[in-house]
Structure formats: structure tokens, C-alpha cells
């Protein structure tokens, strides 16, 4: 291709010139060749692109092609049950419920019930309209310590923070918020005047770069803290030790992005860069980071304070267990993130290959929670992919007591899944600083579709339980939800995440699937003693017990 191009090249100089010297009006012929044979030249020398270098010009097609190849995807090839990380059935019915548009299906499902993973509700022949149930259902969040309890919906907006989505898409989603009486979660970029204009309730999030509470070394600021969380708009204050996108993974905040305004909100440097290390500096142990909970629900004059963790080695969670058991100090609430991700940009092995997905995360958290016997003292938010009523159900049937969602309430904003999130360009104007692009989305009218999508959502999962013969999310337990496990094979998630007795790890011998977690951990230190455990750690495992194996455990 490279001498064909030569040849191209010299046969279409050799052209623009007798046509020039034939007619001298002609010349203007070269406007097109021109650029194709410099543009050809330049590829035939270039270093960095085989293919281009290969086949100059021509060649650049395939990054063109490359482009296109998600938006042709999308709209020519596939299917609707079958795109990620939404599907075109649970986009379509989120924008239905958004603009309020008709929100039902004809002619049956589209899923194949046959397939593994199929999942559905066991209804009741004694159902109960959901003209008789409340619909909008509240949880109450606080526990013993806490003196400004929450009356919390139990769908809410997820983490997101100013700088990764737009101004308009931050002051849309809270205003949509306060239209629809729920909690908007400010993401770890910390509260910003686009979260405090509509004036919706607040979660704080508070990451490992303590913005919005920090020193200029980076250290948390209690001062700072004390002033921000005592805002009569902040409901609740939620420390990040993981999510689901990047668990374990740290970030930096480049210095173009560090803006005035930025700097201000966050409490850094005006255009330096800034670290978001992969762990926090004001705790490094389970009883460390409860004396941290304490500390930040006192300054904040009472409220819920609790904190977000993706799964990873169980044995941390159990620590933390012991270590309540212990100070007797216990988080309002526990926001089990899945690992299956969500809106914050990763590398790819974090994002596919890292941390416990979601409905593992919350069968096991309820689960360490009751056989401490402390589950009474907490409550458990789901969030990952909640994007429907029986997203819902199925999380709050799992141990969950509320969800919290950002796709979803994206999708409600307009987002259409361009996977363009990270590259500052997205078409919609929600997860872009681009002034151009931002202004696409009109703040007004994307705050009712984000109240639409919630309330009818909400009511959604209220008719499920109606359907099962409940009336209060509470009712609701593993049982009343089956998946098919093999083609012959269908089980509910009752037998496949077994309760275990409340108060069961206070005391050997313990559940048999829960002896080597109880082992490996201690309350003094996040760091599991080993991962070969022997007859002795077995019998330390639980300094609060006086029972013991047989053997010796």
C-alpha cells in the first residue's frame, strides 16, 4: 500500500499541474490534493501508528471506524436485553418513568426464563392493592447514639461528585431530590453550591482526600468538618473506605481541573495536582475507625454518621464487628457498594476484576451484622446497579434496608450510556465541564424527570410487595425471591444465603462457614493474622465466648 500510495500521490500532482498549466482557474484542484498527499507523506514517516504507516491515509479509517463502532452498537446491533452495562429494556423504562410516559411492555417478556441467572418474585394469591399501601415507605436511620435521626426514602442518589458531572446535572439531581423528598449523596468532592442551591437533604461523603475537611497537608480538619456537617441540609455523614468502581485505588485530581472554584469547595491548592490516597490517614484500625465515627457524629451536633465499603477480604469486616462488640460504638448505617462498579472512572482490571458484587456484599454484611447481634443498631444501604422496583425488592429481600442508586438517576437526567464519561465530551451534559455541552442540559426540566424516576420507581417496588402480600419493606426476606442456578435447577436466595442466628458469632462453636473469618481477624488491625490458621487461632478467634470445640477450638 505504501508504493500504491506513491504511485496515487505522484498521479494526482502530476494532474492538479497539467490541469493548472492547461487552465489557470484549474489550480484551485490542488485545495484537495494538496492536503492528501502532505497528510499521505507525513503517515509514510510517522513512528508511532503500524497501520497508518502501512497504509497512509487510508489507514486512518479505522480509527474513525473505532469511534463509531459503540454508537453503531448501540443503535443498529444490539438487542435489548442484551447491552451493558444497561440494557436498552432498563434504559427505556427509567426515560418512560422520567418523562412519565406509558411504562408498560406488550405481548410478554423479552427475558429468556429458561436462562441461568433468571430471577423473579414468589407473589401471593392473597395480594394486597397498592392503592391500599403506603407509597412512599421511609426508613429511620440512627441509631443508639445518634440524637438527629433521619427519616431516610429508600431510594436515593448515589455518590457522584461536582467535577465528575456537570453543575446543571448536580443542581438538577438535587433539586429533583427536594421535589421528591429524598437524599442526594454528594459524592467525595465534598459539598458544593450546586448542592446547596436547590437545598435537597444532603448525604456527605467524606473520601480518603477529606475534601471539604482537610489540612493543607491533607489531614483531616475538624474544624472544617464541624462547621460544614452542622448545615442544617446535611442529613448524614458517610465515610468512603471503598467503592465499587476502584476499590483499593487511590486518585489524583490533575492541577488543569484544580480551578479556583474547585479549590475553594475542596480546601486545596489553587492548580497544583492533589492526591486521593487509597487509604485513609485519620484511622488505621477497626476500633480506630470507630473512635472516628464517634468523634465526627458528635461534631455534627448528633447526626447519622456511617461509612461505605465495598467487600474485599472478609475478615476486615468481621474486625470491624469485633471492634464494636468491643467499644460498644456502632456506625448509624453501612452502604455496601458492589463491585461490579459504577460511575467513577477505573482501570479496567479494578473495575472488572476487583471487589465482592453487590448481592454477595449485602448477604454477607446483614448477615456478620446478626451473628454479632448488631444489625438492631445499623442500618444497611444498598448501592450498584438499583435501577427498577425489583432491583429494590431484591436488595431490601437480601438485608437490605434502602438503596441508593447513579446510573439510574444519570439515565433520568438524560444520559444515553455513550461510555464517554472519563474523556470530559459527554454528548448529554452530565458528566462534562465543558460549558458548551453542559448547556444541553436544561436544569429545570431534568429536576422533575429526576422526581419522576424516583417516586415511580418507589411505587413500583410498593406494588411488588402488594403482589407478594406485604405491606412494609421489612416483611420482606430471602425467600420471596428464586433464580434458576442450572436449566433443571431453581433456588431462592434463602438457600442459597442462608440466615444464621442472631448473636451466633458471639459465642463457639461457630456457623461452620464462618470460623475462618473469625479466625483470621481481630479487632486491633485491619491486617488478617494469616491466611493458614491453626487449632489456636481457631480457639482465640472470639474473646467474648466461653464455649468451645471438643477438639480444643
Known amino acids: 500500500m505504501r508504493k500504491a500510495f506513491v504511485a496515487i500521490a505522484a498521479f494526482l500532482v502530476a494532474l492538479t499541474i497539467m490541469l493548472g498549466l492547461y487552465h489557470p482557474f484549474l489550480w484551485w484542484t490542488f485545495i484537495f490534493t494538496g492536503p492528501f498527499v502532505l497528510l499521505g507523506i507525513y503517515d509514510l514517516y510517522q513512528p508511532k501508528h503500524s497501520i497508518v504507516r502501512n497504509y497512509p491515509v487510508f489507514g486512518r479509517l479505522r480509527y474513525f471506524m473505532e469511534e463509531l463502532r459503540p454508537k453503531v452498537y448501540q443503535y443498529f446491533v444490539e438487542s435489548d436485553t442484551n447491552g451493558t452495562p444497561y440494557n436498552r429494556l432498563n434504559r427505556s423504562l427509567i426515560y418512560q418513568r422520567a418523562k412519565t410516559d406509558n411504562d408498560t411492555i406488550p405481548f410478554g417478556t423479552q427475558l429468556n426464563v429458561y436462562e441461568n441467572g433468571y430471577e423473579w418474585l414468589s407473589h401471593s394469591i392473597a395480594a394486597i392493592s397498592h392503592h391500599e399501601l403506603n407509597l412512599d415507605p421511609r426508613v429511620l436511620v440512627g441509631g443508639p447514639d445518634c440524637k438527629k435521626p433521619y427519616s431516610a426514602s429508600i431510594y436515593n442518589i448515589s ?24 437524599a442526594h449523596n454528594t459524592g467525595e468532592g465534598g459539598i458544593s453550591d450546586y448542592h446547596r442551591q436547590p437545598g435537597g437533604d444532603l448525604i456527605w461523603q467524606i473520601g480518603t482526600g477529606y475534601f471539604g475537611c482537610r489540612n493543607a497537608d491533607g489531614t483531616f480538619n475538624y474544624d472544617a468538618y464541624a462547621e460544614r456537617a452542622q448545615s442544617d441540609q446535611v442529613k448524614m455523614i458517610e465515610i468512603k473506605l471503598s467503592q465499587g468502581a476502584k476499590p483499593g485505588h487511590g486518585g489524583m485530581l490533575p492541577a488543569k481541573k484544580v480551578t479556583p472554584e474547585v479549590a475553594r469547595i475542596r480546601l486545596v491548592p489553587e492548580g497544583k495536582d492533589v492526591l486521593s490516597p487509597p487509604a485513609h490517614s485519620a484511622f488505621n484500625t477497626p476500633i480506630g475507625l470507630l473512635e472516628f465515627v464517634k468523634k465526627l457524629r458528635d461534631l455534627s451536633g448528633g447526626k447519622p454518621v456511617g461509612f461505605k465499603l465495598c467487600i474485599g477480604r472478609k475478615s476486615e469486616f468481621y474486625a470491624i464487628c469485633k471492634a464494636m462488640v468491643e467499644t460498644k460504638i456502632y456506625p448509624d448505617f453501612i452502604t455496601v457498594d458492589g463491585g461490579e462498579g459504577g460511575t467513577g472512572a477505573a482501570p479496567q482490571e479494578f473495575s472488572n476484576s476487583v471487589g465482592m458484587p453487590l448481592r454477595e456484599g449485602v448477604a454477607f454484611v446483614y448477615d456478620v451484622l446478626n451473628g454479632f447481634d448488631l444489625k438492631k443498631h ?4 444498598a448501592s450498584g446497579k438499583v435501577a427498577t422496583g425489583f432491583d429494590l425488592v431484591k436488595n431490601i429481600a437480601l438485608g437490605a434496608d434502602m438503596c441508593n442508586a447513579a446510573r439510574g438517576m444519570m439515565f433520568a437526567l438524560g444520559c444515553i450510556q455513550a461510555l464517554e464519561c472519563n474523556s470530559n465530551t459527554c454528548p448529554t451534559g452530565v458528566a462534562t465541564q465543558d460549558p458548551s455541552l453542559m448547556k444541553g442540559l436544561v436544569v429545570e426540566d431534568k429536576t422533575v424527570r429526576v422526581k419522576n424516576f424516583h417516586n415511580l420507581t418507589v411505587a413500583s417496588a410498593v406494588e411488588l410487595l402488594g403482589a407478594a402480600g406485604l405491606r412494609e419493606p421489612h416483611q420482606l426476606s430471602r425467600a420471596y425471591i428464586n433464580r434458576r442456578v442450572s436449566p433443571s435447577v431453581m433456588q431462592s436466595y434463602l438457600e442459597t444465603f442462608p440466615y444464621i442466628p442472631a448473636g451466633s458469632l458471639l459465642q463457639t462453636p461457630y456457623p461452620t462457614r464462618y470460623e475462618l473469618g473469625m479466625a483470621l481477624s481481630t479487632s486491633q488491625s485491619f491486617a488478617p493474622t ?8 481457631y480457639a482465640h478467634a472470639n474473646p467474648y465466648g466461653d464455649t468451645m470445640h471438643d477438639d480444643g477450638r
Open 530 to 537: 494469616d491466611y493458614k490458621v491453626s487449632a489456636v487461632d
Open 159 to 182: 455518590a457522584m461528585s461536582f467535577g465528575s458531572l456537570s453543575q446543571n446535572a448536580i443542581l438538577a439531581l438535587n433539586g429533583g431530590a427536594k421535589l421528591g423528598n429524598f
Open 378 to 381: 445499623i442500618k444497611i444501604i
